[in-house]
Structures are given as C-alpha cells and as structure tokens.
C-alpha cells in the first residue's frame, strides 16, 4: 500500500517535534539539518538543532548563531554528568564518584554508553520542549546505526527495572510519528548504495516514520548549447563533462528509487559562505 506523503517540505516539517538526518559522510547532512532548520525557524517555528560533529572545524568561526536557531552542541561526557546529577542531584558525590579520567575513558570508549547517554540528552529536551522542533544532525552512516541500535537494544536487555523503563522513552521518542528520519546523498551510485543499506537496516531494528531522500549537489540547471558544433576547445570539454555528470546523475535518480522516499533535488550552490549556502538552500526547501 503507497504511503500518502505530505507532499510540501516545510508543511511535513512543522508538523514533526523531531527530526533526523543523516547519511554518508560529507554528503551535506550538516547542511540540510540547518536549513531546514532555518526555513522551519522562518515560519515561526521556535528550532533547535543538536549536533555532536557539526560542520566539525568550520562551524565556530562562520557565526552560525546568526541564523536564527538554537544550536547545542552535545558531548557525551557532560551529557553523561546532566543524567546524573539529575539522578544524585548532588554534585559532590558527582565528582567523587565520576569524575575520574579512567571512566572518561569508560564512558567514550563503552559500546553504546555514549550514543545512549546523548538520546537520553534528546528525550531531554524533547520531553521538556513538547512545541519545539528539534533537528538532529547525525554523525554518518555506521554510527547513526549504533546510534539509533543503543538504547533499542538496551531496553530489549534489560526486560524490566530502572534501565527498562528509561530507555523505553527514549525508543517511544525514536519512533513516534511525530519524529520523521530523513536520508542525505549525493546524486552518485555509492552515497545511495549506503543511504539504502542503512535504511535496510535501520528498517530491521524498529517501524521508523521514513521522511525524505535528499539529493544533495545536484547539476543545476545551466542554460548550455544542446550541441558542441560550432563552439570552442573549451566549451567542448565543458559539455562533456557535464553530459557525463548528467549521465551518472540520470543513474543515480533510478537507482534512488530503489528507497521507496520521496526526493528532493538540492542544486549544487555556489559556495561564497557556508551561512549563504543555507539561507539559500533554506529557500529552496521552503518552497519544495
Ligand atoms: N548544495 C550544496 N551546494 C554547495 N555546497 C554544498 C552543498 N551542500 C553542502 N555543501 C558544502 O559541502 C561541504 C560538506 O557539507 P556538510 O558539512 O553539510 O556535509 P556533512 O554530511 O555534514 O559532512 P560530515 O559527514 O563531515 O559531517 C560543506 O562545505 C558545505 O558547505
Ligand atoms: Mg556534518
């Protein structure tokens, strides 16, 4: 039976409380989490965006602050700290008992600790914040898994008691229809490859509500001779590489198919500013 999609962006958007994107790296999930966020934010809606790697070292010094949304940067570490404390309530204790360089090491290094503690961190704010839109940037493809895996298959370990029920939120949060995961790739074979295979995966873990399939960078739509007769060298070379990439893009649409997710085309943009490149963008899924 053929899901109904909404079938505007931004609408599908604000009707959500949480939304993930993730996908390959360097695809543009940092990118598509900020504009979204920016072109929800512009109808109003008060956005956060949660990120642990965003942008990684270029983020700081472009002034993302300047776009108008909330941006929290989590660490596991000091999310491990909140829950805590929130569990002790005393500091003192805290630090006698935690604050201790061998279970930092513990808490990055344990397998699933730190990507629980940041969903608890998640179900945190989406618990206390019940009309906000919180974007959550994920890390790439293989730790967005283990992200989504963690708490999933903690709550299924431990069948009743304390760790049962707190991670039962956060698996209701994950797979709430309020919440929408969408996938980011760009238009090449491989990028969808793994946008699919995670999405098989993810598929076997728990009934996600599937939102969009990015194609980041697309070809933009350049107004181009439709024959190389007559024109320079250059502008030859020019028209083949671009008939080329046409041609891989043409096979990456039928191959993006295969995700059963409506797409959305992002042109590839001109790159003056990464602050530019979103509002721009956000312009774009404003009006897809
Ligand atoms: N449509 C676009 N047009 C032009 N540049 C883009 C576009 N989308 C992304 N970029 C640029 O490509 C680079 C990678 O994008 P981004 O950081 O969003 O990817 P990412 O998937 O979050 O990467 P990572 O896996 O490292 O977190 C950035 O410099 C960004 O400005
Ligand atoms: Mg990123």
Redesign the pocket.
């Given at each position: 039976v053929a899901k109904a999609y909404p079938k505007v962006y931004l609408e599908d958007c604000l009707s959500r409380r949480l939304i993930f994107f993730t996908?390959?790296?360097?695809?543009?999930?940092?990118?598509?989490?900020?504009s979204t966020a920016v072109a929800a934010a512009r109808s109003g809606r008060h956005v956060r965006v949660i990120t642990w790697?965003?942008?990684?070292t270029?983020a700081k010094p472009l002034r993302l602050e300047s776009l108008g949304v909330e941006w929290l940067q989590l660490d596991p570490l000091s999310c491990f700290k909140e829950y805590v404390l929130l569990k002790v309530k005393f500091e003192r204790v805290y630090n006698m008992v935690f604050d201790h360089p061998v279970l930092h090491a513990f808490i990055r290094a344990a397998p699933g600790l730190s990507e629980s503690v940041l969903a608890g961190k998640i179900w945190n704010l989406y618990d206390n914040h019940p009309s906000d839109l919180l974007i959550v940037?994920l890390?790439?493809s293989g730790h967005a898994l283990s992200f989504f895996q963690s708490p999933i298959g903690v709550h299924k370990m431990f069948r009743v008691g304390f760790v049962h029920e707190e991670t039962r939120n956060i698996c209701e949060m994950f797979l709430s229809p309020e919440t929408r995961l969408d996938l980011?790739a760009l238009p090449e074979e491989m990028p969808i490859v793994e946008a699919h295979e995670l999405k098989k995966k993810l598929s076997t873990i728990g009934e996600f509500s599937w939102g969009y399939l990015h194609l980041?960078?697309?070809l933009p739509d350049l107004p181009l001779p439709s024959s190389s007769t007559g024109v320079s060298e250059e502008v030859a070379q020019v028209l083949s590489r671009h008939e080329k990439r046409q041609a891989i893009e043409r096979d990456a649409f039928e191959e993006a198919k295969s995700l059963e997710l409506p797409s959305l085309k992002?042109?590839?943009?001109?790159?003056e500013s990464?602050v530019a490149?979103?509002h721009e963008?956000a312009d774009i899924l404003g009006k897809a």
């Amino acid at each position: 039976v053929a899901k109904a999609y909404p079938k505007v962006y931004l609408e599908d958007c604000l009707s959500r409380r949480l939304i993930f994107f993730t996908g390959k790296g360097g695809v543009g999930k940092s990118s598509l989490a900020f504009s979204t966020a920016v072109a929800a934010a512009r109808s109003g809606r008060h956005v956060r965006v949660i990120t642990w790697n965003p942008f990684d070292t270029v983020a700081k010094p472009l002034r993302l602050e300047s776009l108008g949304v909330e941006w929290l940067q989590l660490d596991p570490l000091s999310c491990f700290k909140e829950y805590v404390l929130l569990k002790v309530k005393f500091e003192r204790v805290y630090n006698m008992v935690f604050d201790h360089p061998v279970l930092h090491a513990f808490i990055r290094a344990a397998p699933g600790l730190s990507e629980s503690v940041l969903a608890g961190k998640i179900w945190n704010l989406y618990d206390n914040h019940p009309s906000d839109l919180l974007i959550v940037d994920l890390p790439s493809s293989g730790h967005a898994l283990s992200f989504f895996q963690s708490p999933i298959g903690v709550h299924k370990m431990f069948r009743v008691g304390f760790v049962h029920e707190e991670t039962r939120n956060i698996c209701e949060m994950f797979l709430s229809p309020e919440t929408r995961l969408d996938l980011v790739a760009l238009p090449e074979e491989m990028p969808i490859v793994e946008a699919h295979e995670l999405k098989k995966k993810l598929s076997t873990i728990g009934e996600f509500s599937w939102g969009y399939l990015h194609l980041n960078q697309c070809l933009p739509d350049l107004p181009l001779p439709s024959s190389s007769t007559g024109v320079s060298e250059e502008v030859a070379q020019v028209l083949s590489r671009h008939e080329k990439r046409q041609a891989i893009e043409r096979d990456a649409f039928e191959e993006a198919k295969s995700l059963e997710l409506p797409s959305l085309k992002i042109p590839k943009l001109p790159t003056e500013s990464l602050v530019a490149t979103i509002h721009e963008m956000a312009d774009i899924l404003g009006k897809a």
